[in-house]
């Protein structure tokens, strides 16, 4: 949701990657993409979201949140839908939230690459910096991917993230290790300690349920619920 450098580029590029082959989103010949392999393959062509399915593994992590299938997921910071567009496979629904429009523009132009009867399941949400424009027990899930150090008052968003979740809803938060990373990751200092994450989360009202930091090689995974 909060839009880190480089990635207003990324949605420059890709727009334009698709203006040189001369493919067209909207196109009816687009052949839809059912499985979340094909959508890293043909979806996140650009060099950088290659290279991002192989270490940031969205199989693995998808797989960690369990049976999705009857879940509404909001996905926080979703920038160009890297995982909605993997979520919408499995889940419910999933609600893309994010502060730049631009970026929701592009999802929304690119759920064709959906198979008809999934593309629905997607609904791009605009929100600022300090409401993710979500409604009261809204959502069973809030994944939040690569975002978390830029939100500025972290203590009372995640309360106001609280309210957004239904009974015994569950929160994932996945960010980068605070060690030198060979892939293009964020400076440390916007990066946010696992140590002092779990600590807010506490302190905000949630019970981790998990804290993975071996899973991935770059980042770490907490999954925690709120107390009722």
């Known amino acids: 949701m909060y839009l880190k450098c480089?990635?207003?580029?990324?949605?420059?590029?890709?727009?334009?990657a698709c203006k040189q082959t001369g493919y067209e989103f909207n196109s009816k010949?687009?052949?839809?993409?059912?499985?979340?392999?094909?959508?890293?393959?043909?979806?996140?062509?650009?060099?950088?979201?290659?290279?991002r399915a192989i270490w940031q593994k969205p199989g693995l992590v998808i797989e960690k949140l369990g049976?999705?299938?009857?879940?509404?997921?909001?996905?926080?910071g979703a920038g160009t839908g890297y995982f909605s567009f993997k979520l919408a496979l499995k889940a419910k629904k999933v609600i893309a939230v994010e502060i730049e429009q631009g970026?929701?523009?592009?999802?929304?132009?690119?759920?064709?690459?959906?198979?008809?009867n999934k593309r629905s399941r997607i609904e791009t949400r605009l929100a600022t910096?300090?409401?993710?424009n979500l409604k009261s027990q809204e959502v069973d899930i809030i994944l939040i991917i690569n975002t978390i150090a830029y939100i500025k008052d972290l203590p009372e968003?995640?309360?106001?993230?609280?309210?957004?979740?239904?009974k015994d809803g569950k929160i994932m938060i996945i960010d980068y290790k605070m060690k030198r990373l060979p892939i293009n990751s964020p400076p440390?200092?916007?990066?946010?300690?696992?140590?002092?994450?779990?600590?807010?989360?506490?302190?905000?009202?949630?019970?981790?349920?998990?804290?993975?930091?071996t899973s991935l090689d770059y980042q770490y995974i907490i999954k925690a619920e709120k107390i009722n």
């Open 157 to 166: 968003y995640l309360q106001t993230l609280k309210k957004c979740l239904k």
């Open 103 to 116: 970026l929701l523009d592009y999802i929304d132009s690119t759920k064709v690459m959906l198979p008809e």
């Open 129 to 132: 910096p300090d409401d993710p």
């Open 6 to 16: 480089g990635v207003f580029l990324m949605f420059v590029m890709l727009i334009s």
């Open 188 to 213: 440390k200092s916007e990066r946010v300690y696992l140590d002092h994450l779990e600590d807010v989360l506490i302190d905000a009202g949630y019970k981790l349920l998990k804290v993975d930091d």
């Open 29 to 51: 010949e687009v052949e839809p993409i059912d499985s979340i392999t094909s959508l890293d393959t043909n979806l996140d062509d650009t060099h950088s979201n290659v290279g």
């Open 67 to 76: 049976d999705i299938s009857d879940k509404v997921i909001a996905d926080i």
